[in-house]
């Protein structure tokens, strides 16, 4: 069982575009919070395993139903008031508003961390990890003959930056080395510990 921080549930959530790093991040808190985490492509690869040839149409409605089933673990977890760490490509208008109806019916406090870094970084990550991702993601089809200017709604960074209030950090990934990943722990820490 999670622990319980203060006197509401907390859901610490890291987004941002593909590539800008927030499975590593959201592994290393998971562990460090002894938090539950739920990872939208985590899901997605799990629903693929059991697939074969997936391509970048089927692709695309696995990640459909991969979000349905996070939203539905969130709300396992918000009824039984425990923490949870989030992690996946939040589209700020859908994800805010699900956000703003689960907190009619459960009360807890969001924090959100946005990842980011520059477009020409994100579409390099992206190319180079093509061989090492999951099938399920069809990666080599989805950025065959793919430009960088093709992308630009992809990895524009705003595109993932949610509506929780003042319960945010930005963090720039385009250097993980330069990342003070001590002090991003101590943040969520203390929302973790006055929400």
């Known amino acids: 069982m999670s622990p319980q921080y203060g ?3 907390a859901v610490v959530i890291v987004t941002g575009p593909p590539a ?7 592994a290393r808190l998971a562990t460090d919070l002894t938090l539950p985490r739920i990872t939208k492509d985590g899901i997605k690869e799990a629903l693929a395993d059991g697939l ?15 979000w349905a089933v996070l939203w539905h673990l969130l709300e396992l977890e918000l009824a039984a008031r425990r923490s949870v760490l989030l992690e ?3 589209t700020a208008a859908d994800a805010s508003a699900r956000l703003e109806r689960l907190a009619q019916m459960y009360e807890f406090a969001a924090f959100q961390i946005h990842c980011f870094a520059s477009a020409d970084v994100l579409y390099r990550r992206c190319t180079e990890r093509i061989v090492q991702r999951h099938h399920g993601h069809a990666d080599a089809e989805r950025f065959a003959g793919v430009e960088l200017s093709d992308l630009e ?11 929780v209030g003042s319960q ?6 385009g250097s993980p080395d330069s990342l003070d990943y ?12 006055t929400a």
Not at 20 to 26: E, H, V
Request: avoid cysteine; charged fraction near 30%; aromatic fraction near 6%.
């Open 88 to 90: 996946g490509n939040f």
């Open 153 to 163: 709604e992809v990895f524009d960074a705003d595109r993932y930056r949610l509506d």
């Open 52 to 66: 074969e040839g997936v391509d970048h149409e089927l692709s695309r409605a696995l990640g459909r139903a991969s």
């Open 20 to 26: 800008s790093g927030k499975t590593t991040l959201a």
């Open 168 to 173: 945010s950090l930005s963090l720039d990934t």
């Open 182 to 193: 001590d002090s991003v722990l101590e943040a969520v820490r203390v929302h973790m510990l």
């Open 7 to 9: 006197a509401r549930t």
